[in-house]
């Protein structure tokens, strides 16, 4: 049952990616609207994203496999994913930064500073997001040499958490402040998933108490659905020029799809049913059961070679005219 389970997770965590997206196209753009209200509308969709969790979670749940460790040969890959992730997140930031200097705009939610905490939460969120970049290129380049990550590293892998920490607690000031928190359910969806795989991420390549593998692999495929749809949902609504949709979902940006790629990569290496290792001095190529196995096999016991000994002695005797006496036991002579 193990297999089976494995590829329906595989299968299921881009299919759910691919109707959590068309979901949010085909129904937000034909409904949502001021005078209808789309809090129903916004209410509908996360509750279909939140059967999609708990779909993948079980998925992840019913896979009895222990938390893969890095290594073999899809680690290049995912330092691949990673590396183009941290660029990703480091460019983001930057236009975001050269935006605010020459516009004064700020990212959404709002488009310009509110209060002090706004500009506190959006001062944070721009460091850690160049240093959350930065760490990621790191640990793309560590991955892709095989390299071990290092004690600055692994203190560097906080960056990205705190990245999307200070996102979300902005998002949640900026709708207190400004907006209607009902707009945009499923980007606060999208930002609390992306918080959890990135704190779960950051203990699994820091090596530093490691998830389970059930909770890695569920926060993975979770925050891949939810990070990959929500970015082409933006893009897709801007396409169909709904500006009421296209407005609620300003949130999702190029950045969450990078850490949804990431996601979905970790999703597809975690539910692996065959690990490509090649086996080291601590990794025995054989279990202690084999072994004995095998030796019971290649060496003769005591037992058996006991009876074979006696009736080739006793043959011999017979040839040579020697009395059965000489053939007793110590025992019988005692």
């Keep these: ?10 299968i299921a965590t881009p299919v759910l990616t691919a109707a959590a997206l068309l979901l949010r196209l085909l129904t937000i753009s034909q409904v949502q609207a001021e005078a209808v209200g789309e809090t129903g509308v916004s209410l509908w969709i996360l509750a279909a994203l939140c059967l999609g969790a708990i779909g993948l979670a079980a998925l992840s749940y019913f896979t009895p496999l222990p938390l893969r460790p890095m290594g073999g040969q899809q680690q290049p890959k995912l330092g691949l994913l990673a590396a183009l992730a941290g660029g990703v997140l480091l460019l983001d930031t930057i236009l975001i930064v050269l935006r605010f200097g020459i516009t004064g705009k700020t990212p959404p939610p709002n488009a310009q500073i509110l209060n002090t905490a706004d500009q506190t939460t959006l001062t944070l969120s721009i460091l850690f ?37 200070c996102r979300l607690a902005r998002y949640e000031l900026s709708y207190a402040s400004a907006a209607n928190i009902k707009r945009s359910f499923y980007d606060f969806f999208m930002l609390l998933f992306a918080m959890l795989f990135l704190l779960a991420f950051a203990r699994y390549a820091a090596n530093v108490a490691p998830p389970s593998g059930r909770t890695m692999r569920a926060l993975s495929a979770i925050a891949a659905m939810s990070g990959i749809s929500s970015p082409l949902a933006r893009l897709g609504l801007q396409m169909l020029e709904d500006t009421e949709s296209f407005n609620a979902s300003q949130l999702a940006g190029i950045s969450d ?24 001095e601590a990794e025995p190529t054989e279990s202690l059961a084999e072994l004995m196995e095998e030796q019971r096999y290649q060496q003769p016991t005591a ?13 011999l005797m017979e040839e040579e005219n020697v ?4 053939l007793l036991d110590d025992s019988d002579e005692e």
């Design 323 to 326: 009395p059965r006496l000489f």
């Design 129 to 165: 997001g160049l240093a959350g970049g930065v760490w990621l290129i790191l640990l793309g380049c560590k991955w892709l040499r095989r390299a071990p990550l290092g004690f600055v590293g692994r203190f560097g892998s906080l960056f990205p958490v705190l990245w999307i920490w």
């Design 303 to 315: 037992t058996s070679a006991t009876p074979v000994t006696d009736q080739l002695l006793a043959e």
């Design 1 to 10: 049952m193990k297999p089976t389970i494995n590829k329906i997770a595989i």
């Design 257 to 280: 799809l990078a850490i949804g790629l990431l996601a979905l990569g970790m999703t597809f290496f975690l539910f692996a049913e065959e690990w490509d290792y090649e086996p080291t």
